[in-house]
């Protein structure tokens, strides 16, 4: 079975998507880094306007669900006054994932600035196109999903590659903004996109049209890293439950960090641990981070089944996900994952689709009427 097409756009806080709850407003915080006052802050407006809950998405970006229109307006002046969204639409739509750890000024920071900061004189980008600034020696984001990727060469200062090709466009930071403008030229041109507004996203033209530029020297492949879940000498990295913040665990953050870096794969950076029962996951082994949960019913209008609630209880039957990768998706768009799953749970009007070793579009195996009927099914077919 094909993926059945995604509903609605890519959200921002100047262009809110209507979701099952109300309106969904996406922050993209600079550098994915948020000070504590900016925390509390964004813990009010959970609560003052949301649903309290906050969504960590895997590409560094922070949602508001449940909005209601008469508050839109007082939230976004609220956002803007605290520096959490872009003062102009070209901003606000700019999408830019840097790796973790990021230091200050560093060689990724000053690349990020020079986008953050040349936006303007860049063309309207299509909503969906992402940044991924992945300059240092160890690289983090080489598998993320993004358009355009600025990443450096070892040394031999920085090359641009679109997503899905080996070679790319050698450039520096003196000549950056001139060469991503000639690339982007080159991939809305070729698709005349101010006639069609809906151009290929940068893998699929790519594979489509032949790269202009010839690159002199071989690329030096990058030492590939990843980040996990763990305490480590003078960090945390945490993880939200199911992607999940909040609003209590915002003000928990902000009362015992000064800053804190939401990065790749739903994680977040901080120096302290706000005491024992902060409810966040911090051990590599916790169930939930094996799971892939979207927000389900009541947050979605497309779900038939409350997704959370489910993985809450699954993620206690220890015996049924040890070794196993499980989606559960309110419906058959599988939001929260685009890959294959050991176990797909899918919301199909109110009852339980599964389906094994698969996405949560394909067929299932069975069809279960209530949760007790998947922890059954899962029983016997783990035995
Ligand atoms: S997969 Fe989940 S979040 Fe996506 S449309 Fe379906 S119910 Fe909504």
């Known amino acids: 079975m094909n993926r059945p097409a995604a509903k609605g756009w890519c959200p921002s806080v100047l262009r809110p998507m209507k979701s099952g709850d109300g309106l969904l407003v996406r922050i993209k915080p600079n550098y994915g880094l948020l000070n504590a006052n900016q925390l509390l802050v964004l813990a009010d407006c959970l609560d003052d306007f949301g649903n309290g809950l906050l969504d960590v998405t895997s590409r560094t970006n922070l949602q508001i669900r449940g909005v209601k229109e008469q508050g839109y307006s007082d939230l976004v002046l609220k956002l803007q006054t605290e520096g959490l969204v872009g003062v102009s639409e070209k901003l606000d739509r700019l999408n830019v994932i840097v790796p973790p750890f990021i230091q200050k000024n560093s060689l990724t920071w000053r690349c990020a600035s020079q986008i953050y900061s040349s936006v303007e004189s860049l063309p309207f980008l299509p909503e969906k196109f992402g940044f991924c600034v992945d300059c240092e020696e160890s690289c983090y ?53 101010e006639e069609n507004g809906r151009p290929m996203r940068m893998r699929e033209f790519v594979s489509q049209n032949k790269f202009p530029w010839k690159t002199s020297k071989k690329l030096k492949k990058p030492l590939l890293r990843e980040v996990m879940v763990g305490r480590y000498p003078s960090h945390f990295i945490l993880a939200a439950p199911f992607g999940q913040l909040k609003s209590e665990h915002l003000r928990k953050l902000a009362a015992v960090n000064k800053k804190v870096q939401f990065t790749i794969n739903r994680m977040l950076i901080v120096e302290s641990l706000p005491g024992k029962d902060h409810g966040l996951i911090d051990e590599p082994q916790d169930n939930r981070l094996k799971m892939h949960v979207c927000p389900g019913a009541p947050h979605c209008s497309s779900a038939t089944i409350k997704t959370r609630h489910l993985a809450e209880s699954l993620a206690h039957q220890k015996e049924f996900i040890i070794g196993r990768k499980v989606h559960i998706s309110g419906c058959t768009k599988g939001c929260a994952s685009p890959n294959s799953k050991d176990i797909c749970i899918v919301g199909n009007e109110g009852s339980f689709d599964i389906v094994e070793k698969g996405y949560a579009w394909d067929k299932p195996v069975v069809r279960c009427s209530s949760q007790t009927s998947v922890f059954e099914h899962l029983r016997e077919a783990g035995s």
């Open 141 to 193: 984001l080489s598998d993320n999903s993004g358009d355009l990727f600025i990443e450096g060469n070892s040394g031999s200062g920085l090359v641009l590659r679109c997503t899905g090709l080996k070679e790319g466009l050698f450039t520096s930071e003196k000549t950056l903004i001139d060469d991503v403008k000639k690339i982007i030229g080159w991939y809305l041109e070729k698709q005349n996109v």
